[in-house]
């Protein structure tokens, strides 16, 4: 099955959206932490 290029592009940039925003809600403290620790 082909699909157009534009759903595509889309589909992987809801779910690179996602997994942003997923990572930033559940991770939020554990990555300022980390980045002070760096």
């Excluded at 099955?1 to 554990?30: C, F, G, H």
């Amino acid at each position: 099955m082909v699909k157009p290029r534009n759903v595509s592009i889309y589909s992987s940039w809801v779910e690179l959206r996602l997994i942003v925003r997923i990572t930033l809600n559940n991770d939020q403290e554990t990555s300022w932490k980390n980045s002070l620790l760096l």
